[in-house]
């Protein structure tokens, strides 16, 4: 939300402010007592405290800085500046005081002088990696495309100079080499496919039901690993069908569920290895920077031993692998699915627990 849509508002009753509800972001309504006069849901959210409760309160106690407050009110009132961001503490009853970053905006009204919009640091902190891992993703993605195309060429001709190569041979001797060649190049061909295989596919959309696509996924695994691992079924039934690609998602979510199983070899031989499926209804759900009413909220959680520090942020990158023999495509190709499908995925992981996080919009 920017200044000029919050000077917009003009006074009027609390029900006229309605449309703030539909904002991810906290907003309070500043009255010219510095009391607040209104806020959305998702402060009420951000706040852990009823709309009834709050409204009436002295701003500057809610947000910990009672003189700051009053400030900023004095200064709306006499137009002194547009908007204004600064770091305060959101003061919650039990809880330890939380820095929050405001954005404090003149509202052109006798009223209502001030609009102030309420986010978490660690929350604007998140939102920005996620806008970087997607500039970097794209920007790999396409650089491995470019590289894909590049080597294809070239190998098929390295390929085919093998195997005429071997036909003039006479010994069996001499022909493992060319055989060599030739496994290599078909070896890395296969790699080549699988980098271009998103970009090759057409995307067939219909209605589907993601619960179809996690027993898909289910008895796979079940199929691939029959003893020491269980997989914990954990669905809302109340998640409504939506349109998709069902082949890619059960691509993308195969890829990270056999990607937890491969992290639980010890576990699974110790015959305790659990992966549970979650699915869940988010609703005003933020997804690069588009609010969504509604979104499926899909979740793959393990007990192994977590993803090492130094490739958390990496995880996703193109060829960036923490098992041997791994070729680091699996989770590329996933999120890849994930966000045609203008979604996205995270990760969460520490020593007994890793959570990968799907949503997608639902609405």
């Known amino acids: 939300m920017n200044a000029a849509e919050l000077r917009s508002l003009a006074p009027a009753p609390q029900y006229e402010y309605g449309g703030l509800d539909l904002l991810s972001t906290a907003v ?5 007592a510095g009391r ?3 806020v959305n849901q998702s402060a ?4 852990d405290t009823s709309r009834k409760t709050l409204i009436g309160q002295l701003a500057g106690r809610v947000l910990g800085d009672d003189a700051e407050m009053q400030h900023l009110v004095t200064d709306a009132q006499a137009n002194a500046f547009g908007q204004r961001d600064q770091i305060m503490e959101l003061r919650r009853i039990g ?4 820095p929050v970053r405001v954005a404090a905006t003149v509202q052109f009204g006798e009223t209502i002088p001030l609009v102030l919009e309420v986010t978490e640091i660690e929350q604007q902190l998140k939102v920005d990696r996620e806008e970087r891992r997607i500039g970097l993703t794209s920007a790999n993605r396409e650089l491995l495309r470019n590289l894909a195309h590049e080597i294809k060429n070239p190998l098929g001709g390295v390929r ?4 005429l190569l071997e036909a003039e041979l006479a010994s069996n001797e001499q022909r493992e080499y060319t055989q060599v060649i030739i496994a290599e190049a078909d070896r890395l061909q296969a790699l080549v496919d699988r980098l271009l295989m998103p970009h090759r596919s057409p995307r ?3 209605e589907m039901n993601i619960h179809e696509v996690c027993e898909r996924v289910r008895l796979i695994m079940v199929s691939e690993f029959p003893r020491g691992l269980s997989i914990t079924r954990d669905y809302d039934a109340s998640v409504p069908e939506f349109r998709g690609d069902k082949e890619q998602l ?5 890829n990270v569920v056999r990607n937890a199983a491969q992290a639980l070899d010890e576990r699974i031989a110790g015959g305790d290895a659990e992966i549970v499926l979650r699915t869940r209804v988010a609703r005003q759900v933020t997804i690069a920077r588009a609010l969504h009413r509604l979104a499926l909220d899909l979740s793959v959680i393990d007990n192994g031993p977590g993803i090492a520090d130094e490739l958390k942020d990496r995880i996703f990158f193109p060829l960036v692998s923490g098992r041997d023999g791994g070729n680091g495509l699996g989770l590329t190709l ?4 994930i966000q045609q499908h203008d979604g996205m995925i995270e990760v969460d992981s520490r020593p007994g627990r890793t959570h990968f996080r799907i949503l997608l919009p639902l609405s």
């Open 204 to 206: 067939v959309v219909s």
């Open 28 to 32: 309070l309504l500043v009255d010219c």
């Open 36 to 38: 607040i006069a209104h």
């Open 95 to 98: 809880r330890d005081p939380m």
């Open 250 to 254: 059960i691509q993308a979510l195969l």
């Open 334 to 337: 996933a999120q890849t699915f």
């Open 44 to 47: 009420e959210l951000l706040f």
């Open 160 to 163: 085919g100079a093998a195997q």
